[in-house]
């Protein structure tokens, strides 16, 4: 299977820092990729990990650990505008183009 | 351009109606999905078609209809719909049809079905 599981809600301040975790099922593991939702619109994508270690992307980072079967999204600096979910997907190993998707975190920013 | 175009924005149906939801992109992109997303919950796959040939059907109802008239055009058609269809429904794109390519999202055709 490739269950996937992320917090539901997250709650943080402006100007803080926030890590979003999510957990998979390792097999048939090939890729971890971070997406960002605003509410009514499409989901951009934010990060992709496929090897264990910290990816930066300006404010934004995402980690991942293979083994454990364990990826963070981390926001630092945090704005308003980041309010929105953030889901967390699987690419599946051998089904082309297919990705499993958690459940998503709704994070709250604020003032 | 990396930008992944919708039409209609807003669709209200009956459920004897014919309907067509369109999805464009110029990327180059080889491969399209079709994905379902109901409120607060993540996006659900429906189709993938890589290099306008239908690779994925997640035993989708027949009453959805999926069609690629070329490798820029994707087309879902609808018929017969139940108010449970009502959703949002997205459009996306990448390079290949795998797993390693991120996807890019169009901004959707919300649904409703009378």
């Known amino acids: 299977g490739q269950n996937i599981d992320q917090p539901t809600e997250m709650t943080a301040t402006e100007g803080a820092i926030v890590q979003i975790n999510c957990t998979y099922q390792t097999s048939g593991f090939n890729g971890l990729f971070w997406y960002q939702q605003h509410a009514g619109e499409a989901p951009t994508f934010l990060s992709y990990?496929?090897?264990?270690g910290l990816e930066e992307k300006g404010r934004f980072s995402s980690f991942l650990s293979r083994s454990k079967g364990y990826s963070y999204l981390l926001l630092k600096e945090l704005q308003m505008k980041d309010s929105a979910s953030y889901l967390c997907?699987?690419?599946?190993?051998?089904?082309?183009?297919?990705?499993?998707f958690g459940q998503g975190t709704e994070l709250s920013v604020k003032p | 351009d990396t930008e992944v175009t919708q039409t209609p924005k807003h669709l209200v149906m009956g459920m004897t109606n014919k309907k067509s939801l369109k999805c464009e992109q110029h990327?180059?992109?080889?491969?399209m999905y079709w994905y379902k997303q109901k409120a607060k919950k993540p996006p659900e796959l429906m189709f993938v078609y890589s290099y306008e040939k239908l690779s994925i059907n997640e035993s989708v109802p027949s009453r959805f209809s999926p069609e690629c008239p070329n490798s820029s055009l994707l087309n879902l058609h609808l018929h017969a719909l139940q108010p449970e269809d009502s959703a949002l429904y997205l459009c996306a794109s990448s390079q290949e049809r795998r797993e390693t390519y991120e996807q890019y999202f169009g901004p959707g055709t919300r649904l409703t079905v009378t």
């Open positions: 990990n496929v090897l264990d």
């Open positions: 997907a699987n690419g599946v190993y051998n089904q082309g183009g297919k990705l499993i």
């Open positions: 990327m180059g992109h080889r491969a």
